[in-house]
């Protein structure tokens, strides 16, 4: 995994930096864990106008959230990520796939089957 990669990962697992704030933005739950998937230079093509530090952010979650709550979350992550990180807006790309509950599995049940702790329609 890429050393820029690897810095991502390890920042983005620390509560401090960003799980609380960015859950708290997507009234999530509290205790996820980004999941980090690494690809080798050769694996991973990106624009010729970007960095070699480029990344790119795909966050699945259920739908149910506003536009107001989707843009503060974008804009959390183009904050958080050149500070903890040292990786420049210009050099990252976010996307949020929102599905419905009932297209996940959690615990062993459909996800609109499961009780949730935290609200999704924020």
């Keep these: 995994m890429d050393r820029h990669l690897r810095a991502w990962c390890a920042a983005a697992r620390d509560p401090a930096d960003f799980r609380?704030?960015?859950a708290a933005l997507i009234a999530g739950p509290e205790g996820w864990w980004p999941?980090?998937?690494g690809?080798?230079?050769d694996d991973f093509i990106y624009p010729a106008d970007r960095s070699e530090r480029y990344v790119?952010?795909?966050v699945s979650m259920f739908e149910g959230r506003s536009p107001e709550a989707r843009?503060?979350?974008?804009?959390?992550f183009y904050r958080w990520i050149p500070e903890a990180t040292?990786?420049?807006p210009h050099d990252i790309e976010i996307t949020?796939?929102?599905?419905?509950r009932s297209a996940w599995g959690i615990?062993?049940?459909?996800?609109?089957?499961i009780g949730l702790n935290y609200k999704v329609d924020v």
């Design 107 to 113: 615990r062993g049940l459909p996800g609109d089957e």
């Design 96 to 100: 949020l796939f929102e599905t419905p």
């Design 86 to 88: 040292g990786i420049q």
């Design 71 to 76: 843009k503060a979350l974008i804009g959390a």
């Design 35 to 37: 999941r980090c998937f």
């Design 56 to 58: 790119v952010i795909e």
């Design 39 to 41: 690809a080798t230079e």
């Design 20 to 22: 609380n704030p960015a």
